[in-house]
């Protein structure tokens, strides 16, 4: 009588190396670690897990974040600094729905998220692209971006990047325009919005310094996440950032009424980081992911044809491909399906027609080397073909 | 170094039988349940728990939802009648930055649940009160409330209400005007949003048919939470509702991006739920939640002065307590706490300013018979005193 709907939002083509989805390997997912963690934290602490959490988020996740990022980070988030979520789609949905105000105007760092767009495009606010290039995020073409909104009587509320392992490129923003990019946001008073969701997943030594711990109090909302190092159906993230915004996230109303965001998996996660087994797994994901992104990037130096570009991530889940000249991604597509292999064009992650059709995404987290060594040589031929 | 940050909502005032928190009683909690759900459930899907959820929501808790709906109220949901949330605060956001538009008026039933006014607030809407009597929403009040807006040029885009086991009152719709509102907002093309979050928990007999349970497709939209039937720490819920706004909350960036919502306790949920122990643990709650009501009523019958109204509810958490004229809850407040009862006043459920002064809020869910009959005892002799 009742249809089966689907469990997970990931399908399945049959026969396809498919490069289009940014997901975690489904055999690194830490299955054990978690059930071993809900087991003892329950026993323990189990009304506390299942009663209406704490506003801001479990105590116990915010002091382990707390004393984490003051080591890694050199900076640490005051208590007020620092919320849950339920992942950094929640934060910037919950950002768009109270920090900023409809019809605002947010600068977008061009290529980007694709979903973050959609996000922000819900609620509504007006986005403008920002150039980026092979160093990241062009500073001339922001400051061009705010000169522009300034001579029409407007001021951008914000501005979204990616700046660390950057999807869709997998490029990080240089140290010199980090430095530059923050004095010129609080000069502005511009809020920068960085999601940092990759962080972690380094494989070239230490990530870059977040914007977040560069700038002054209240310039940067650093959105940080256990999607892509655990496990993104926790729906469970963290944000660090000015005390005015945090505290606006944790007064709403909606979590005076339900309490805590993703409580119950806030509290299996604190109880997974107390007992030390959250850096071990984060090791293991650094060897499994840097081992997926060289089998990639040596096949694609290999065998796609002279005329391609290929960017060189120090971490994350993806790489960009900028094909020869004329060449539409979009018009590749097909062909490359009907081998037998999928990735997403690279007009899908900018804001203006036009840009990005002669480049493509490969997302290298969910496949195995010999699948990716394979994915990159049938890639080649097919670019070949033209 | 650290500030140890609260775990769980709650204040525990020592001394203080705290009647204000419309939370469930901390020993009812299903630890166990939920402890070998979790357990159960990994083994057997954990990857499929852990990685992002189906937009939905998990699609074994939609089955199983659907199954039962159609069960309890003889409706079934189609497919795409029915979306998984992160509770009824979570579905009232989503609602409200989704399908609603900032500047819209919402009706709200007055006295209401004061923590949805400030969701909706915070969107922001315009809210225009509608009069409750002991009957709940006055029907009379809708229609004037729909004409008066109507002479100023505009519509209502919808009602927000608590038509069963009513926060504050206790209270239901009859079914007399559960009937004629159905109609009426059919008739208007007005959304109804139905908050129905303590259904399961009917203390005498079935509880009154929902709104959407009786109305035309697409004229409610139904709340429905896990929060009060096994834990408000998971953060899950769902909505049944008409296939544009059910279709409009599934295609949101926030899901296209994170996939669907509470993605793993909804999955600990559903194996609950398939084990059979969802509707003993109902069982069970209804037997101890209709003792302390008991305790509360026949307390408040002896110990109250005269000219003291009390509500019956038939199920849910509360009692609404009308004091004898003249009576100022908000000034009763202090000397009740002295004594060890704190309770809400009911102007803090009104939306119009020097309505519900005269009543208070009691709800019973969190403390034992006993603690109740003395919380009853001492209040009737506050209230005496004047």
């Given at each position: 009588m009742i249809d089966i709907l689907p469990t997970i939002q990931m399908v399945r083509r049959a026969g396809m190396i498919d490069l289009t989805w940014g997901h975690p390997a489904t055999e690194l997912l830490p299955v054990e670690e978690i059930s071993r963690a809900a087991a003892a934290m329950l026993d323990r602490a189990g009304i506390e897990a299942l009663t209406y959490g704490a506003d801001q988020g479990a105590g116990p996740l915010l002091d382990w974040l707390r004393t984490r990022i003051a080591r890694t980070e050199g900076r640490a988030p005051a208590a007020g600094e620092i919320v849950i979520t339920a992942g950094n789609s929640?934060?910037?949905?919950?950002?768009?729905?109270?920090?900023?105000?409809?019809?605002?105007?947010?600068?977008v760092e061009s290529p980007t998220y694709h979903l973050a767009v959609r996000i922000m495009r819900d609620h509504p606010l007006e986005l403008a692209p920002v150039v980026a290039d092979e160093f990241g995020l062009?500073?001339?073409?922001?400051?061009?971006?705010?000169?522009?909104?300034?001579?029409?009587?407007?001021?951008?509320?914000?501005?979204?990047?990616?700046?660390?392992?950057?999807?869709?490129t997998g490029v990080s923003l240089s140290p010199e325009r980090r430095a530059v990019l923050v004095e010129l946001a609080a000069a502005e008073d511009l809020l920068i919005v960085e999601d940092d969701v990759y962080r972690e997943l380094t494989y070239d030594g230490p990530a870059p310094p977040s914007l977040w711990s560069m700038a002054p109090p209240g310039v940067v909302a650093r959105m940080g996440s256990f999607a892509k190092v655990l496990a993104p159906g926790l729906r469970l993230g963290w944000l660090t950032g000015g005390a005015a915004l945090v505290g606006r996230l944790v007064s709403s109303g909606l979590r005076d009424s339900g309490g805590g965001t993703s409580h119950f998996a806030a509290m299996v996660v604190a109880e997974l980081c107390a007992s030390g087994r959250f850096e071990e797994h984060v090791a293991r994901l650094r060897v499994a992911y840097r081992a997926r992104r060289d089998a990639l990037l040596s096949a694609l130096a290999i065998h796609l044809p002279p005329g391609c570009r290929v960017s060189m991530p120090a971490g994350g889940y993806f790489v960009w491909v900028t094909l020869p000249a004329g060449l539409d991604a979009a018009e590749l597509l097909p062909r490359a399906e009907a081998t037998g292999v999928s990735f997403l064009p690279g007009a899908r992650f900018h804001l203006e027609g036009g840009r990005g059709t002669n480049a493509l995404r490969l997302a290298f987290s969910l496949h195995t080397p010999e699948e990716l060594a394979e994915a990159a040589q049938k890639l080649g031929e097919v670019i070949g073909e033209n």
């Open positions: 929640d934060a910037l949905e919950q950002i768009c729905a109270l920090w900023a105000h409809p019809g605002d105007v947010v600068l062009r500073i001339d073409a922001l400051e061009a971006a705010i000169a522009s909104l300034r001579r029409a009587g407007r001021r951008p509320r914000m501005l979204y990047l990616v700046p660390t392992f950057h999807n869709p």
